[in-house]
Structure formats: C-alpha cells, structure tokens
C-alpha cells in the first residue's frame, strides 16, 4: 500500500480521516459512491471541502494510486469529482488508479480550488 507523504492525515481539530496507518490484513475497503444529501451536517460538509481541496494540492489532475486514503472519505466524493483511471476498475485494490473530475469538482467545490484555501 502506497502511503501519500505530506498528504494531511485529518481534518484538523475534527477526528474526520483522510488516511489511514496500514492496509487492512482482509483487505482494502471497498470504494462504493455515496450520496451527498443537501441536509449533511456543516462538519461532514467542510470534511469533503478540505479533503477535495488536499486531493487538488497533492495531486493536481494527475492520476494517482487509492494507496493510503480513507475509504469512506473518497467514496463521498467517488463517482462525480473522483473517478476511477482503469477500466475494470477494482474496488478492493489499494493500487487502484484515480483521478480528479476537475471540471465538476470545481462546481461542487469552488472554495477548494481558490488561491490561498490552505492559509
């Protein structure tokens, strides 16, 4: 499993994950897409916010491997701003290849991609 280094483990002062410490000894949890209801809480709202915004900051729209990042994080946003790079994609695999749907990730998330977010 690839661990993203200098990637931001949490939301700061929240206990939201972003990565995880080692892979699972089962297997990877599986990535599956979520809805986003318009009534989610502000905190699970501002989750997704940061963690688009430290996927755009560390990988721009490159691809880049599932490896260390949170499951449940990404399947918030898997499906509409993160889409999977391999046809069959594998769900289960940490070495599985995503990219970032810039042009709806923008829409959903402008704040993200403003100058100066991480200040």
Known sequence: MLKHRGFPGRLPGTDFQFTIR???????TP?????????RRP???????WFMAALWAHFGNEPFERGNLDAGRLSWLFGREVL???????????????????????IAFPEAFEKGFWA
């Open 22 to 28: 080692r892979a699972n000894s089962k297997g990877a």
């Open 31 to 39: 990535l599956t897409k979520r809805e986003r209801y318009a009534d």
């Open 43 to 49: 905190p699970d709202k501002r989750a997704d916010l």
């Open 84 to 106: 999977p790079v391999d046809d069959p994609f594998d769900p289960l695999s940490y070495e599985s290849l995503l990219v970032i749907n810039e042009r709806q990730a923008r």
